[in-house]
């Protein structure tokens, strides 16, 4: 089992910045995908950001040159640095990890950008 927990969202303006933690404890292999996604009231959820391949990054290219994912292996923790926050922006934020054909997601944490 693997758990997540994520942490750091909040109340900002718009053209603020925030950054996301997601700390993965449990059984975690090797290998594995870790990714951050979003979820806005009334809408779907959708990728914001993941690794390819375990270095490569993939964006959602609404956050393209705003946010930024990194992850500390050693740590088993993800992060998403969110700058020049918009006022859609604002969702629930879930950390998801995929490995051995199992999908993982945390309990998300509230982004709302707001004036």
């Known amino acids: 089992q693997v758990q997540l927990v994520e942490s750091g969202g909040g109340l900002v303006q718009p053209g603020g910045s925030l950054r996301l933690s997601c700390a993965a404890s449990?059984?975690?292999?090797?290998?594995?995908?870790m990714a951050w996604y979003r979820q806005a009231p009334g809408k779907q959820r959708e990728l914001v950001a993941t690794?390819?391949?375990?270095?490569?990054?993939v964006y959602a290219d609404s956050v393209k040159g705003r946010f930024t994912i990194s992850r500390d292996n050693a740590k088993n923790t993800l992060y998403l640095q969110m700058n020049s926050l918009r006022p859609d922006d604002t969702a629930v934020y879930y950390c998801?990890?995929?490995?051995?054909?199992?999908?993982?997601w945390g309990q998300g944490t509230q982004v709302t950008v707001s004036s």
């Open positions: 690794f390819i391949n375990g270095r490569n990054t």
């Open positions: 449990g059984t975690i292999f090797s290998i594995y995908v």
């Open positions: 998801n990890l995929q490995q051995s054909g199992n999908e993982y």
